[in-house]
T-cell receptor
Framework: NAGVTQTPKFQVLKTGQSMTLQCAQDMNHEYMSWYRQDPGMGLRLIHYSVGAGITDQGEVPNGYNVSRSTTEDFPLRLLSAAPSQTSVYFC???????????FGPGTRLLVL | GQQLNQSPQSMFIQEGEDVSMNCTSSSIFNTWLWYKQEPGEGPVLLIA?????ELTSNGRLTAQFGITRKDSFLNISASIPSDVGIYFCANNFGNEKLTFGTGTRLTIIP
C-alpha cells in the first residue's frame, strides 16, 4: 500500500513552459486535492475533486488546471509557468473532503 | 473570513521542555484536526477531535477541543529532537475543503 505518490520530486521550469505534476493514490479514496505551500503562508488549496469526473476550484486556482478521469489519479497542469508558481506542491486524498486527508511527499517546483 | 489563526508562529525550546500551541477562529466547528510536517515531507495527521471539550492523547501529545468550539490546543510533553517540525491545525468551514492554519514551527535547541 503506497498511499499517495507524487512525481516528480523536483522540477525546474523556465517561464512560459508547461508541465504536469502527477498524483496517484491506492486507497480508493473518492476525494483528492492539491495544495501549494509557500513560506509563512501555510497550505493553500488549489483544486479538489470529490470523485472521478468532478473537479472544483480551491482558494488559489488561477494558472492551474486539473482533471479526474480515474479514482486513482489527479494530475495538476501548469499551462504557462510563472515565477509566482515557485512553490512546494502537495497532493492529498481522503474518504471525503473537509475531513482527514493523507498527503504525498510533495513536488518542489522552481520557475525561473 | 475563513481563517485559522495559530500561535505562536515559532518556538525555540530545549529538549525536555513542554510545548503548548493553539489555534483559534471566529467560526464554530464540529471537528479539529492537528497535523505535523517534518522537514521535506508532507503533513501527517496527529490527532482528530470530534466533540467540544474533548481531550485526546497520542503518546506525549495531547490535544483539546475548546469548549466554545472556536479553538483548539495542542500540548507536547517532554519534547525530544524528533518533535521538530511544523504543526498545523486544520478544519473545514462547512464545505468540502480542508483549510489549514499558518502553522507553528518548533525548533529544539540542543
Amino acid at each position: 500500500n503506497a498511499g499517495v505518490t507524487q512525481t516528480p520530486k523536483f522540477q525546474v521550469l523556465k517561464t512560459g513552459q508547461s508541465m504536469t505534476l502527477q498524483c496517484a493514490q491506492d486507497m480508493n479514496h473518492e476525494y483528492m486535492s492539491w495544495y501549494r505551500q509557500d513560506p509563512g503562508m501555510g497550505l493553500r488549496l488549489i483544486h479538489y475533486s470529490v470523485g472521478a469526473g468532478i473537479t472544483d476550484q480551491g482558494e488559489v486556482p488561477n494558472g492551474y488546471n486539473v482533471s479526474r478521469s480515474t479514482t486513482e489519479d489527479f494530475p495538476l497542469r501548469l499551462l504557462s509557468a510563472a515565477p509566482s508558481q515557485t512553490s512546494v506542491y502537495f497532493c492529498a486524498s481522503g474518504i471525503q473532503g473537509g475531513e482527514t486527508q493523507y498527503f504525498g511527499p510533495g513536488t518542489r517546483l522552481l520557475v525561473l | 473570513g475563513q481563517q485559522l489563526n495559530q500561535s505562536p508562529q515559532s518556538m525555540f525550546i530545549q529538549e525536555g521542555e513542554d510545548v503548548s500551541m493553539n489555534c483559534t477562529s471566529s467560526s464554530i466547528f464540529n471537528t479539529w484536526l492537528w497535523y505535523k510536517q517534518e522537514p521535506g515531507e508532507g503533513p501527517v495527521l496527529l490527532i482528530a477531535l470530534y466533540k467540544a471539550g474533548e481531550l485526546t492523547s497520542n503518546g506525549r501529545l495531547t490535544a483539546q477541543f475548546g469548549i466554545t468550539r472556536k479553538d483548539s490546543f495542542l500540548n507536547i510533553s517532554a519534547s525530544i529532537p524528533s518533535d521538530v517540525g511544523i504543526y498545523f491545525c486544520a478544519n473545514n468551514f462547512g464545505n468540502e475543503k480542508l483549510t489549514f492554519g499558518t502553522g507553528t514551527r518548533l525548533t529544539i535547541i540542543p
